[in-house]
């Protein structure tokens, strides 16, 4: 019988079969076996999204990203959301971001080395957009390599009522994730 | 003497951020240019004197490319130094930019320091 492991690590998720490897298990409270991951889980995706946004974070803003599966259903207020679209001769598909508007705000002020000053309106959107720009071509590059000529949409964030929070978080196709503490949803639709 | 720079970006963030980042080095830059698309990035160049281009490919209305190829037109290309920054990263893409005559080429995110120095080199050669 084989036995899947969960260990969540501070930069990364790794998947272990615990049978494979011929060791007993234990499951601390925090890696339980959760449901909605367990939907999750089956997006082998997850790990190149975690690595992806995780180096585009730490690279413009010095931000950490961690997968965290058991993302609480509470709104964190008003969000911004985006989409890319992304075209090849071979694929096509999208990659979106959901993120509160205090992260959006946070990443931009980070970005531009901000402390304490006056952001522009709109800054908190287009730190999301760019974020998602960077990580779309970086994702595309993991997956395919550099040899496949990819078009990219241009992203532009809108706003997101809180309340529709829980109802993309019940979505399996959204992996979540953990920024500096604050969530975020994230969805690669590949066609 | 001071250098004008011109930025062509369509995220306002990344026109902010490149503008910072050169006004915190040790680069005499006298006046910043912005432009939001490769249209008025061409509107930029024919109405200032500017130095140095700074240029995304993925903008509406005209891209970088396509300004690129409007600069050679114009033959800009051999006096201005453009350097694109961007999420490219196809081979094929980055060849065909470095072809068109590009002076650097340089991956978003990319570290302060280094664009500092490839914008140095550039200007100070």
Redesign the interface.
Known sequence: MCVRVIVIGTRRLDYAHAHDKGESVTFPEKMKFNKRWAGRMNNSDNDVLLKVFSA?FE??AFMFVEAEPDLEPDSPGACFQAEIQFTSKENKGLLEVVAPAGLCREL?EN???ADGEVL?E??GE??L??VL??S???L??EKFG?????D?S?PKARSLPGKKWATLLENPQYSTFLIDDAPMLVRFVLK | MGYNVLIVD?????R??VA?ILSISDLDITEYFFAENGRQGLKQLDENWIDIVFADI???EMNGMEMIEEMHKKNLMASTPVVII????????ISALKAMGIRAYLQ??F?PEEFARVVRELLNP
Do not use: H, Q, W
């Open positions: 585009v690279g413009f931009a970005i531009l080395g522009p709109g800054a287009s730190a957009e760019e720009n960077v779309c071509g970086y595309l590059a550099t040899d496949r000529i990819f990219l241009i | 369509n995220s306002m963030i990344i902010k951020m910072k993925n903008m509406p961007s999420t490219e990263r196809s081979t094929e893409r978003k995110p570290v």
